[in-house]
């Protein structure tokens, strides 16, 4: 595996960050790589990272998604990214890391392209209700026995309309949005910077800015539901989001139902 000279990304490599940033103060380009996600996480079980390392890659040959799903993306046409955080969270607060990691997308994808961006909660990033970015936190173990977090983003960025495959729900890229090729490099910029904004608050413990962010950007509160969640099939009205509880749904009697990260399946009637 060799840093990437050619990528457009590469003058990310070494020092991304400006000198008081964490996110980014270690930076790789890599040009192929099954997974930044495991690449990262070997570097944390071997022990041979900084806060705040960021891994890029060109390409995956199996990138990740949510629920044992893969994350495709053509050659050098998306941001692939994972970060490694260090922070001391509360093991309440852990959905704060997929939180910053959908709020830090969203913030990019609006400073680079004409998109108004929302998170359909827990970890999708979308335009017009079509999915543009996902989020994948896992919690890695560091040979000290302690524990540290991968937060992987994936971003479209340079994919037309068309090569998204007909079988996939609805997604869009920021050329889409934009209606020309977008440039990677200042999209990666642009991540690397609100991400670690919203880690600053994260580990200042401002987890109220982080909460109040999600609900004004979120894609589903105030509309009606359905996700399966712990076996069982709930529909009612999006209500509360919080990172503690998750997502609340008001049933048509009046009652509420709370649902953590793990629903496996959520659709809107009407869009989400
Ligand atoms: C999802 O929406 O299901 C989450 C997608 C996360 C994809 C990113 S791409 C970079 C990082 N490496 C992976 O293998 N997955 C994440």
Known sequence: MTDFAQSELAPLVGVAAPVDATVGARTLVLNSVDSTNIYAAELVRKGEFVEGQAIFADRQTDGRGRMGRSWHCPDAAGILLSVILTPDLAAAYLPAITAIGALALADAVESVAPA???IRWPNDVVVDH??????????????????CFVLGV?????????????????ATSLQ???GRPVSRLEAAKALLRSLDEWYRRLKAGDFGAIEARLRERS???GREIT????????????????LVDGLTITLPDGSARVCHESVTSLAGHGRT
């Open 116 to 118: 108004e961006a929302r």
């Open 130 to 147: 079509a999915k543009i970015a996902g989020v994948l936190a896992r919690i890695e173990k560091t040979p000290d026995g302690g524990r």
């Open 154 to 170: 994936g971003l479209n960025v340079n994919i037309a309309r068309e090569e998204f495959p007909p079988d996939i729900p609805p």
């Open 176 to 178: 889409v949005c934009a």
């Open 219 to 221: 894609s589903l509160l």
């Open 227 to 242: 996700v399966e969640y712990r076996g069982e099939t709930i529909t009612g009205v999006a209500s509360d989001i919080s």
